[in-house]
């Protein structure tokens, strides 16, 4: 918890879930992430970044290629996919699920991925600060926590003033691709960047077509069984 006082003030968009991990997963952090896992110096709390760190992407990955920043990767499979498919691009996964990160480079070393890295952080905090100002091609955000309870709703990750921050970190004609299976949020999502200055949508019609770069997950069928409809959204930064 951070201190009275410290950098976190606005409330994070996240329930920080660890858990036990498998033998497999603790291997995984003690061998794989010297690799793929970027050390971020913190501020407040275990997931905040400390103002003045920063991810320089030519240094991580040895070359300059476009980046695509997928936010809540999960246990990785949309990433995992897309670096095996598309080597020519970087990949960077931001993520709070211990386990899940544990996942992603265990299925990383499996398929002999060189261009992705991890980041075990606040969402927020790696968009405002951490990434260099247009750095990313690509921000995806597929199926954020939808808070589903209305009081809770305050801690939706994409609210006014979201624009902002992802705006910061995409360059000019970069997109900000969007996914969710809960209706009012999809709204909401609409309804929030529609508004932004740094965005423009990219679609036409009610919803955008779904990403063909989106794997479909177990996450998502589990949505899709329970009747509920998967909206798409796709969002082109506009020029500074």
Not at 70 to 97: C, K, M, N, P
Not at 99 to 118: F, P, S
Not at 137 to 165: A, L, N, V
């Amino acid at each position: 918890m951070a201190e009275p006082g410290t950098r976190r003030q606005a409330p994070v968009s996240f329930v920080r879930r660890g858990g036990r991990m498998s033998d497999a997963q603790e291997r995984a952090w003690r061998e794989l992430a010297p690799t793929y896992v970027h050390d971020v110096p913190r501020d407040a709390a275990h997931t905040s970044v400390h103002p003045d760190a920063r991810f320089i992407p030519e240094e991580e990955y040895g070359r300059s290629a476009p980046l695509v920043v997928e936010i809540g990767s999960g246990q990785g499979h949309a990433i995992i996919h897309a670096s095996t498919t598309r080597r020519d691009v970087d990949f960077l996964a931001v993520e709070v699920y211990h386990g899940g990160l544990a996942r992603t480079m265990l299925e990383a070393y499996k398929a002999d991925v060189t261009n992705l890295r991890l980041i075990e952080a606040n969402a927020p905090e790696v968009l405002e600060t951490l990434l260099p100002e247009g750095s990313a091609d690509e921000i995806w955000i597929f199926f954020p926590d939808p808070w589903h309870k209305k009081r809770h709703h305050k801690r939706r990750m994409i609210s006014p003033g979201f624009g902002r921050i992802a705006g910061r970190a995409l360059r000019d004609g970069g997109v900000l691709r969007l996914a969710t299976d809960w209706e009012d949020y999809a709204l909401q999502m609409r309804e929030v960047l529609d508004a932004e200055p740094e965005f423009q949508r990219a679609f036409a019609g009610d919803w955008a077509e779904r990403f063909e770069g989106r794997v479909m997950t177990a996450f998502e069928r589990k949505g899709i069984d329970k009747g509920r409809d998967i909206r798409d959204l796709a969002y082109t930064r506009v020029p500074r």
